[in-house]
């Protein structure tokens, strides 16, 4: 990536081939709170990921790496409406909209 100013990503050069998978989980938690699955599916399957609070994740996949473990994990909370995921890269980047 170009960065600008030292501190801001002006465009992506070449892509890494990593993709990140987010996933956030609504309030109330159901009684089937899949997050610990996740939790252990993450760890057993060595990928690197980040909580922000106890309900949204993001989780990094390598492109050589099988992510159909984490979807398991979480499927049926996406099935029930009570956890909803995206691909981190699903637009193409942008560069800055504002000035800084």
């Known amino acids: 990536m170009e960065i600008r100013d030292s501190r801001f990503v002006e465009r992506v050069v070449e892509r890494s081939g990593r993709r990140i998978f987010?996933?956030?989980?609504?309030e109330p938690r159901?009684?089937?709170d899949s997050r610990l699955v996740l939790r252990n599916a993450v760890q057993s399957g060595g990928f690197l990921s980040e909580w922000s609070g106890d309900r949204h994740i993001a989780i990094d996949i390598p492109?050589?790496?099988d992510p159909s473990p984490l979807f398991r994990a979480v499927q049926c909370e996406i099935d029930a409406g009570t956890a909803f995921w995206e691909w981190g890269d699903s637009e193409p980047?942008?560069?800055?909209a504002t000035s800084f």
């Open 22 to 26: 987010r996933v956030f989980f609504m």
């Open 30 to 32: 159901p009684s089937d």
């Open 63 to 65: 492109e050589s790496s």
């Open 93 to 96: 980047f942008q560069g800055p």
